[in-house]
């Protein structure tokens, strides 16, 4: 049974190896980032490995290039584009702190934006948009200052090689399948904004909506739903309909399992850290077209990691669903009342 649904949604095996790859790239920058000689003479302890692995997992996503020349080259873009992201993050932190707790979330609005409004530049420059977010995502959730630029440097050069060998020695093996997250957008309607505009709007204006709620009200872990907002929007408001839908219900799938598992995580590690391993092969084979599929294999992942990570709080855990919930909703809001995209034909 297991079988036949790995050959029916990857006949040739082609997304397991790229998903074998992206947890190569998560484990060898990891373990780069964090020698001592790498991280020596930092002005604080900040966790090279974490940020290097993070650029080099999402670099590998986003990469979708058939020979090797042009996928090094993505990879060391995109894995720039994760640096400058978050060091984008951390030079205007501190001044919008001024405004209050959820100040620099608005630094991630302006990667929501960038998230679709890039796609205009073709698949490359939608991963480009998709890791400058990412950067700012990773530098917010790990709270980095000024003074980590130096760590954040680092880190993007170790991403790029951690990213870059394993897809040397893939090689043709791969034949990378569209991520619909990177997708361009629809023909422009003349006498209207461009769709890659507007889809930049959509979700920039749902993220805005999350900084003002935590801002008002507070909430646990509000970037959650920023990055649930950001990645609903689609080509169309139908599209982006079925992306929400799907994203939620793979969420309401991934989280649960994932809290299940925590006198695992709690006893176990290492265990967790296979599963979460083959948990992110199933994200990598089903994204191209189960994205359901591809959210509940993410959530599970996320949710064992902290909870291997030493995060056992069930509320916070929990908190990955519902804030999804409101992000996917936010963002399906945008999609159908700011500027509505109509399906593409043809």
């Keep these: 049974m297991i079988g036949n649904w790995l050959e029916r949604i990857d006949p040739g095996t082609?997304?397991?190896?790229?998903?074998?790859?992206?947890?190569?790239?998560?484990?060898?920058?990891?373990?780069?980032?964090?020698?001592?000689?790498?991280?020596?003479?930092?002005?604080?302890?900040?966790?090279?490995?974490?940020?290097?692995?993070?650029?080099?997992?999402?670099?590998s996503v986003s990469e979708a290039r058939t020979t090797r020349p042009e996928s090094s080259r993505d990879l060391a873009s995109l894995c720039a584009a994760a640096a400058l992201?978050?060091?984008?993050?951390?030079?205007?932190?501190?001044?919008?702190?001024?405004?209050g707790h959820a100040g620099p979330e608005l630094t991630l609005v302006t990667g929501a934006f960038l998230v679709g409004y890039l796609k205009r530049f073709g698949v490359l420059?939608?991963?480009?948009?998709?890791?400058?977010?990412?950067?700012?995502?990773?530098?917010?959730?790990?709270?980095?200052?000024?003074?980590?630029?130096?760590?954040i440097a680092i880190a993007g050069l170790i991403a790029m090689l951690?990213?870059?060998?394993?897809?040397?020695?893939?090689?043709?093996?791969?034949?990378?399948?569209?991520?619909?997250?990177?997708?361009?957008?629809?023909?422009?309607?003349?006498?209207?904004?461009?769709?890659?505009?507007?889809?930049?709007?959509?979700?920039?204006?749902?993220?805005?909506?999350?900084?003002?709620?935590?801002?008002?009200?507070?909430?646990?872990e509000s970037a959650w739903a920023i990055t649930a907002c950001t990645y609903v929007v689609a080509g169309s408001a139908t599209g982006t309909v079925q992306r929400v839908r799907?994203?939620?219900?793979?969420?309401?799938?991934?989280?649960?399992?994932?809290?299940?598992?925590?006198?695992?995580?709690?006893h176990a590690p290492l265990v967790i850290w296979v599963a979460a391993a083959l948990a992110m092969i199933v994200y990598a084979m089903s994204l191209p077209e189960r994205y359901d599929v591809a959210c509940g294999a993410f959530a599970f992942t996320l949710i064992v990691t902290l909870a291997a990570s030493g995060v056992h709080s069930v509320?916070?855990?929990?908190?990955?669903?519902?804030?999804?919930?409101?992000?996917?909703v936010l963002g399906l809001c945008a999609a159908m009342f700011i500027f509505p995209l109509r399906q593409r034909e043809g």
């Design 315 to 328: 509320p916070l855990l929990a908190a990955r669903a519902w804030e999804t919930l409101i992000g996917g």
């Design 85 to 99: 992201g978050a060091a984008m993050y951390v030079c205007f932190a501190q001044p919008l702190l001024g405004l």
């Design 246 to 266: 799907r994203r939620i219900i793979g969420t309401l799938v991934g989280v649960p399992l994932g809290i299940v598992c925590l006198p695992v995580a709690e």
């Design 125 to 151: 420059g939608a991963g480009l948009g998709s890791q400058i977010y990412i950067g700012q995502l990773m530098a917010y959730s790990t709270h980095l200052v000024f003074a980590d630029l130096p760590a």
């Design 14 to 59: 082609h997304r397991r190896i790229k998903g074998l790859r992206l947890v190569t790239a998560y484990g060898l920058a990891a373990a780069l980032g964090s020698l001592q000689d790498v991280t020596h003479g930092l002005p604080r302890n900040v966790s090279v490995g974490l940020l290097a692995a993070g650029f080099a997992l999402w670099a």
């Design 162 to 220: 951690a990213s870059i060998v394993p897809r040397l020695l893939s090689g043709p093996a791969e034949r990378p399948a569209l991520v619909a997250a990177l997708g361009v957008g629809p023909p422009p309607v003349p006498g209207r904004p461009s769709p890659e505009f507007v889809m930049g709007l959509q979700a920039a204006s749902g993220a805005l909506v999350v900084v003002a709620l935590n801002a008002w009200f507070g909430i646990e």
